[in-house]
């Protein structure tokens, strides 16, 4: 069965069954006095509220559900929400490519900012380089959809994802849990909650986990045996101290260690075009004696042979420290934060035994931020606000040498990058009646960028050679209001209407290889970086409505929202000297779309969820090369269709403890990876065609035995399989253009993986 033809399968289930994925997916078990669905209490907006009362498209999910299917990673969470597509970096296995609603930042270069926000108990991970890290204990996490720029700042144009740790309980507790798999596959994670001491109180978590890779690879001449391995430790230590009752301090260390094979860049085509610029076509007078062609395959290929020395490190720390002192009416909270990334791959991204393209990246990154915020109450509990301050700083430096076609070309391509921003944020609730609330907010930014960049070939002089101070700052101001109004229909349903700015950053094009005459503005000729590009900003409208049913056993929420996009962002990939993108404002766009998600609990032994969106993309002006081309342009990873359908079931419970079957579908319907041509009038124009995914269904089981009373302790065994129905259409591409022979690689999910989990809580 292909995926379309599973995909058209799941849409007509999802159409018979009449709902889709809840906004708030409770716990498998998690029910009320009644057998109904359990509240979960989010802080999306900065305080503790119920997620079926915040006026917001979000979907949050708890402890139950991430450790019942086993969730303890960023890259594990594509079907929680609808809208939203998550995958790996091309040829990288610890950078996040997220979409939500038709917006994502394609390439991951540190100088480059995601259109997506994630952060780590308050803390913003600034960068999607290093952003798949292992937590070993969630408490749960909030997918925020749409523009969150009042409350969350710069760079969540499409919305915002909230990881929220357990924080210690001060009792002794904890759990020890081992895991054993195909290709040797095998996994340890433990939590350890300490008892108080005195006002202190400390948990230790973390997790290691190694598997042999799933592509062999022959004839390597660095004894390479496989790729797409798994090699990587993580853990955090948390500690706690209350020296009164209304004073509290959290700190935390985290720290994540990859030490792996990249993902496989699988030569999927060359030749495409036929044209004169290919120079892997024999009949072309351009050809240039290399036989890539025979290596070519478009179906997934289990084995392959590279001629490279690949290797992914990544290693994160990151230290938090919140202090929180609630005053009665209000609190006042303290996060202050510094994080350090350190980056080095080395990728073979033609995937064959020749030396036709190598790229390395060694990157040094480190930020801190610190944010001051107050909330709480006033007029009765009818007014309600919060406001604050935010400073946030970073620094990256980047190498990146290149080598093409046997070393006849060999690159220098070094850059780096410096922001300073601040920002003030207010947003204030207010209930006009027992049944109507109006919500507004702004927020204002002020950021400041710089560059460095060296670029020289073969040895010689340098083409580009700017060092920070050589050019002007880019410096960027914006306002971002918010206003929304809250009606309950009864107590149990309520309709919203949002209007909300988002801002993406603006900045450099730190890659950019373009060079030109110098010019008293930019004294090393490098076009592109004398002229920076501009912020993306949108307008979005949005209605929702949410609902609990059924005397609470069916939760039902709807979202709509058409979004107005100015200065679009897009990363146009350049295979011109040093491989590298550019970003470039295209214009505008209108995008919109239908979000529907659902979970029923008809009975306490019994919890389905399921979700189903729509969305629909176009460009209203995309300029290129001063010429318009909006009708001719296809939006990257903004499939149509996205469904996901989950169910479990405690098919039996007793003395011995309970066992409980867990099943998860997620649909990606067919999405384009580029913002090139659908349709070109040459066989040599670069077309998105040649990059376009046909989308996914991946299908997850569980079947677990948990709660068996074991000398005082509880255990749970479970036996697990993902990817059951072996998905193997691709689902990322480097296409290298019509001047680079048509050379384009593909990037596949991981096969078929199962095996087996047990652990013991105490």
Request: aromatic letters at 6%; proline letters at 5%.
């Given at each position: 069965m292909t995926g379309l033809n599973r995909g058209a399968s799941l849409l007509a289930l999802t159409m018979v069954l009449g709902a889709a994925p809840a906004i708030a997916q409770e716990a498998p078990a998690a029910a009320d006095v009644n057998g109904g669905l359990e509240d979960i209490v989010v802080t999306a907006q900065k305080r503790a509220e119920n997620v079926q009362?915040?006026?917001?498209?979000?979907?949050?999910?708890?402890?139950?559900?991430?450790?019942?299917?086993?969730?303890?990673?960023?890259?594990?969470?594509?079907?929680i929400a609808p809208n939203m597509k998550i995958d790996r970096a091309p040829s990288n296995k610890t950078i996040s490519q997220i979409a939500i609603r038709g917006s994502v930042t394609i390439n991951p270069s540190i100088t480059w900012e995601p259109a997506v926000g994630m952060y780590v108990d308050g803390v913003y991970i600034a960068k999607a380089q290093g952003s798949i890290f292992d937590i070993a204990d969630l408490e749960r996490v909030e997918v925020l959809r749409g523009p969150q720029g009042t409350l969350y700042g710069r760079n969540t144009l499409a919305g915002a994802v909230n990881l929220v740790t357990k924080k210690p309980s001060g009792e002794l507790g904890g759990q020890v849990e081992a895991t054993y798999g195909n290709f040797d596959g095998w996994k340890l994670k433990g939590v350890l909650d300490l008892p108080a001491m005195g006002i202190f109180s400390a948990k230790v978590s973390g997790q290691i986990q190694k598997r042999d890779g799933v592509i062999d690879i022959v004839g390597n001449p660095h004894g390479i045996t496989d790729t797409n391995d798994i090699d990587s430790q993580s853990f955090m230590v948390q500690l706690r101290a209350e020296p009164t009752d209304n004073l509290t301090f959290d700190y935390a260390y985290d720290y994540s260690n990859f030490n792996q094979r990249p993902d496989y860049a699988q030569l999927y085509q060359v030749n495409l075009?036929?044209?004169?610029?290919?120079?892997?076509?024999?009949?072309?007078?351009?050809?240039?004696?290399?036989?890539?062609?025979?290596?070519?395959?478009?179906?997934?290929?289990?084995?392959?042979?590279?001629?490279?020395?690949v290797f992914e490190k990544t290693r994160t720390q990151g230290h938090a420290l919140t202090a929180s002192l609630d005053l009665g009416d209000a609190t006042l909270?303290?996060?202050?934060?510094?994080?350090?990334?350190?980056?080095?791959?080395?990728?073979?991204?033609d995937g064959s035994p020749l030396a036709i393209a190598r790229t390395e990246r060694d990157v040094k990154y480190h930020q801190f931020s610190q944010e001051l915020q107050v909330s709480g109450s006033a007029l009765d509990d009818n007014l309600k606000y919060v406001a604050g301050l935010y400073y946030f700083k970073d620094h990256s430096e980047t190498k990146n040498p290149q080598s093409y076609f046997y070393g006849a070309q060999d690159f220098v391509s070094n850059y780096g990058s410096h922001t300073e921003a601040w920002a003030a944020y207010a947003q204030v609730d207010y209930n006009l009646t027992d049944r109507l609330v109006l919500v507004g907010g702004l927020r204002y930014n002020h950021e400041e960028k710089d560059i460095s960049r060296y670029y020289a070939m073969n040895g010689g002089a340098p083409f580009i050679d700017v060092g920070y101070g050589d050019i002007p700052k880019a410096k960027y101001n914006n306002l971002s209001p918010a206003a929304t109004v809250r009606y309950e229909l009864t107590d149990r349903i309520n309709v919203y209407a949002r209007y909300a700015r988002g801002y993406k950053s603006g900045g450099f094009n730190g890659e950019t290889s373009s060079v030109g005459a110098p010019t008293a503005e930019c004294p090393s000729g490098a076009l592109e970086l004398c002229d920076p590009y501009k912020p993306e900003k949108v307008d979005s409208y949005e209605i929702g409505f949410k609902s609990r049913l059924l005397d609470n056993k069916l939760q039902l929420n709807i979202a709509g929202f058409w979004d107005e996009h100015k200065d679009i962002q897009l990363a146009v990939f350049t295979a011109q000297g040093a491989a590298s993108s550019i970003v470039r404002n295209a214009g505008a766009a209108r995008i919109r779309g239908i979000e529907l998600e659902a979970i029923v609990r008809p009975a306490d032994f019994f919890t389905f969820n399921t979700s189903f969106s729509i969305l629909d993309a176009k460009y209203k002006s995309f300029i290129e090369f001063g010429q318009e081309v909006a009708d001719n342009r296809a939006f990257p990873h903004t499939p149509k269709y996205t469904a996901s359908l989950g169910a479990d079931w405690r098919v039996a419970e007793g003395d011995w403890g309970r066992f409980n079957l867990i099943s998860d579908l997620n649909y990606v319907s067919k999405y384009y990876t580029y913002p090139y041509a659908i349709d070109v009038n040459f066989p040599s124009e670069q077309t998105a065609k040649t990059t376009m995914s046909q989308g996914r269904t991946i299908v997850n089981l569980r079947g677990v035995v948990s709660e068996?009373?074991?000398?005082?302790?509880?255990?749970?065994?479970?036996?697990?399989?993902?990817?059951?129905?072996?998905?193997?259409n691709p689902s990322n591409f480097i296409d290298f253009g019509p001047g680079f022979g048509g050379l384009t690689v593909a990037y596949y999910p991981d096969p078929r993986t199962y095996g087996i989990t047990a652990g013991i809580k105490f």
């Open positions: 009362q915040v006026p917001i498209a979000i979907s949050a999910v708890s402890t139950e559900y991430l450790q019942s299917r086993d969730i303890s990673s960023i890259d594990q969470l594509g079907s075009n036929g044209g004169p610029a290919d120079i892997f076509d024999p009949n072309s007078a351009n050809y240039s004696g290399l036989p890539l062609a025979q290596f070519a395959n478009k179906e997934r290929q289990t084995k392959g042979s590279i001629d490279a020395d909270k303290s996060i202050t934060s510094y994080r350090k990334l350190r980056f080095h791959d080395n990728l073979d991204l068996i009373p074991l000398a005082g302790v509880e255990a749970q065994v479970s036996l697990w399989v993902r990817n059951l129905l072996k998905e193997d």
